[in-house]
Structures are given as C-alpha cells and as structure tokens.
C-alpha cells in the first residue's frame, strides 16, 4: 500500500525532466497521481541518455519558464491541477552572476519565473484546493561565494513561498516550501565532480551523504498531502542535518 495516496490528483512539476524535480515527478506518479512535467529540451526523447531524466509516464512540454508570456499560454491541457511544484533552476559560475547578464539570468529563472507558473496556474490550484510548493535552497539561509544571483534568487523565494502563502490560502491554496541540501544533480557538478569540494561539502553534512531526489520528494509528498492540511507558509530544510 501506497504511504500517500495521490490517485486521480493531477500535478504539474516545472523542472520536472531532470535531479530534483525528476524525483519528485517519479514519486508523484508511483503514488497514482497523473504527473506532467515542463523542462527546456524540444521533446521528451532529448533526455533519452541523460542521467536523472526518467521521463517514461510522464507527461512532458517544454516551456521556457523564465519567458512569462509563454508560460501564460502554456498548459492548457491542465484544466484540472492539485499540485503544482516549482523547482526549476539554474547557477552560472566562473563569476558569471556578478555581470548583469549573468545575474538577471539566474533570477529570471529561479525567481521570476517562480512567480509567473504561480499566476498561471492561481485558478485551476484554487478551484481544486490544491497545494503550491517552491523549491528553495539552504543557500537561502548563508552566503553562497560566487554565486550572488543563485543565493538572492532563494532567499527571495522564502519571502515568495510566505506572501503567496499568505495571499491565497484565503482560496483554500496551501502554499509551502522545501529547501534541499547537497544532491547530487546536473546543477552540482561542479561540486560532485571535484574530490577536494566534494569532501569538503560531505564534511559539513552530519548524515554523512549527500542528498538524494527521494529525500526531498519525501518532504513535498508530505506537504502536498492531508497530512500537512494546517502547515501555511513555511520551508522545510531537507539536508541531512547540514544546516546545524
Ligand atoms: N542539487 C542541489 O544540491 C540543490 C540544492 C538546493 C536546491 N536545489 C534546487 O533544486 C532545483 C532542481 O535542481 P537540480 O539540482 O535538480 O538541477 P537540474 O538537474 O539541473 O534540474 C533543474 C531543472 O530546472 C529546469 N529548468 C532550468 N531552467 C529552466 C527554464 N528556463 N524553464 C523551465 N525549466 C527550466 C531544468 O530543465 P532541463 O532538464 O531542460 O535542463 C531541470 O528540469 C533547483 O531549483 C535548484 O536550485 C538543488
């Protein structure tokens, strides 16, 4: 028997094709929900030989996220919509994000484009009561070095994830958040990939391993679900006891 039940529940995972939101698409779908998913490749075949892209069962579209106007004229397939998780994302490195190019990028992505599937899908999540969860990060709560726009772009999210929160639940939309540690995705690569960095990183983390996309879906089941029907506003840390 399923531990949550999510069967005849639609849910919209944007950053769906891939790491984090990829885990949490696959265990909406073991869990009976119908599961869509948005990512930025052409089709769902692009990701044929990419690890952590599972896409079989899923139902996939891609729609620039960060481009409003298309996100306004995306989804029409999607009259009926519980859950609707946010967690796409992105970084640039190499000091990027401290050139104006760079720093709007990250931020129109990780942040404003946050707020435009959040508007688009305000109906549909209202008529259903249904549940909205972004996708911060533990860089929201310390400074993340070289990377201003990623750290801004998170913190921000916290403050997103309580005013939506507070601004919609009045239409019966429960809207939380889940901040992930270290996992181990095509976004840290730069991390996983290096020993020193990688040792340096399992070294803060007191559960001695990286994070996995599971864990945190675990988190967004939890508070997509009944069982989280009094949680409004707030953001789960999920990493491995890192933050303390
Ligand atoms: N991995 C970590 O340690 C970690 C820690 C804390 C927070 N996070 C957050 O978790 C989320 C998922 O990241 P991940 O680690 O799983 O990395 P990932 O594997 O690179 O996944 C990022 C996802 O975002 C999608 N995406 C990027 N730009 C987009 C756009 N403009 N429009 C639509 N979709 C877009 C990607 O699509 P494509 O597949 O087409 O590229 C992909 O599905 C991000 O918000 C990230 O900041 C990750």
Same mark, same amino acid.
């Given at each position: 028997?399923?531990?949550?039940?999510?069967?005849?529940?639609?849910?919209?995972?944007?950053?769906?094709?891939?790491?984090?939101?990829?885990?949490?698409?696959?265990?909406?779908?073991?869990?009976?929900?119908?599961?869509?998913?948005?990512?930025?490749?052409? !089709?769902? *075949?692009?990701?044929?030989?990419?690890? =952590?892209?599972?896409?079989? &069962?899923?139902?996939?579209?891609? /729609? +620039?996220?960060?481009?409003?106007?298309?996100?306004?004229?995306?989804?029409?397939?999607?009259?009926?919509?519980?859950?609707?998780?946010?967690?796409?994302?992105?970084?640039?490195?190499?000091?990027?994000?401290?050139?104006?190019?760079?720093?709007?990028?990250?931020?129109?992505?990780?942040?404003?484009?946050?707020?435009?599937?959040?508007?688009?899908?305000?109906?549909?999540?209202?008529?259903?009561?249904?549940?909205?969860?972004?996708?911060?990060?533990?860089?929201?709560?310390?400074?993340?070095?070289?990377?201003?726009?990623?750290?801004?772009?998170?913190?921000?999210?916290?403050?997103?994830?309580? !005013?939506? *929160?507070?601004?919609?639940?009045?239409? =019966?939309?429960?809207?939380? &958040?889940?901040?992930?540690?270290? /996992? +181990?995705?095509?976004?840290?690569?730069?991390?996983?990939?290096?020993?020193?960095?990688?040792?340096?990183?399992?070294?803060?983390?007191?559960?001695?391993?990286?994070?996995?996309?599971?864990?945190?879906?675990?988190?967004?089941?939890?508070?997509?679900?009944?069982?989280?029907?009094y949680v409004i506003g707030q953001t789960i840390v999920v990493d491995?006891?890192?933050?303390?």
């Amino acid at each position: 028997m399923a531990d949550i039940d999510f069967s005849g529940r639609s849910v919209l995972v944007v950053g769906g094709s891939s790491g984090i939101g990829n885990g949490i698409a696959r265990s909406f779908l073991q869990r009976g929900a119908t599961v869509h998913v948005w990512g930025t490749r052409p !089709s769902a *075949a692009d990701y044929a030989s990419e690890p =952590g892209s599972d896409l079989a &069962g899923l139902h996939y579209a891609c /729609v +620039d996220a960060s481009d409003a106007a298309a996100v306004a004229a995306a989804g029409h397939e999607l009259e009926q919509l519980d859950v609707l998780v946010l967690c796409q994302g992105t970084v640039i490195y190499r000091r990027g994000e401290f050139e104006m190019a760079g720093f709007e990028k990250v931020v129109s992505v990780n942040l404003n484009s946050m707020m435009a599937c959040a508007l688009r899908f305000q109906p549909q999540l209202a008529r259903a009561k249904g549940s909205l969860i972004l996708i911060s990060s533990t860089a929201a709560y310390r400074t993340t070095l070289g990377n201003p726009a990623y750290n801004a772009s998170k913190a921000a999210l916290l403050g997103l994830t309580r !005013s939506l *929160a507070h601004a919609w639940i009045g239409d =019966g939309i429960r809207v939380n &958040g889940v901040a992930p540690g270290l /996992v +181990d995705t095509k976004l840290t690569k730069v991390t996983m990939d290096n020993p020193d960095r990688r040792e340096w990183a399992m070294s803060m983390i007191p559960a001695k391993r990286v994070g996995t996309p599971e864990d945190i879906a675990g988190a967004v089941l939890f508070l997509a679900s009944p069982l989280a029907g009094y949680v409004i506003g707030q953001t789960i840390v999920v990493d491995g006891g890192a933050a303390l």
